[in-house]
Nanobody, 117 residues
Framework: VQLVESGGGLVQPGGSLRLSCAAS????????MSWFRQAPGKERELVAV????????NYADSVKGRFTISRDNAKNTVFLQMNSLKPEDTAVYYC???????????WGKGTLVTVSS
């Protein structure tokens, strides 16, 4: 099982980035996918989630209206489009796959996003 995040980097405030998380080794379409982030000195927090069935989405209040999560089940990939980035969005971003009914979850190793002028 692998989850590999990509797309992080340095961006100026107000800019955009698109993160990708490529999955392999499990039935991607059966899993709820989420993006989390962890800033220096802070706990890991949920950013956005998209369900396996119906593709319902939910977001942390801090990113609503700026971030969009989506998935492509044919490509086993989940995305996080991040617009109007702020310095407080600086963090390592992780993707997670989980099936609550099976108590199974997988994590990627993260990609660093730095928002700074």
């Amino acid at each position: 099982v692998q989850l590999v995040e990509s797309g992080g980097g340095l961006v100026q405030p107000g800019g955009s980035l698109r993160l990708s998380c490529a999955a392999s080794g499990f039935r991607f379409s059966w899993y709820t996918m989420s993006w989390f982030r962890q800033a220096p000195g802070k706990e890991r927090e949920l950013v956005a989630v998209i369900t396996s069935v119906g593709g319902r989405t939910n977001y942390a209040d801090s990113v609503k209206g700026r971030f969009t999560i989506s998935r492509d089940n044919a490509k086993n990939t989940v995305f996080l489009q991040m617009n109007s980035l702020k310095p407080e969005d600086t963090a390592v971003y992780y993707c997670k796959a989980n099936r609550a009914d099976l108590l199974m979850e997988y994590w990627g190793k993260g990609t660093l996003v730095t928002v700074s002028s």
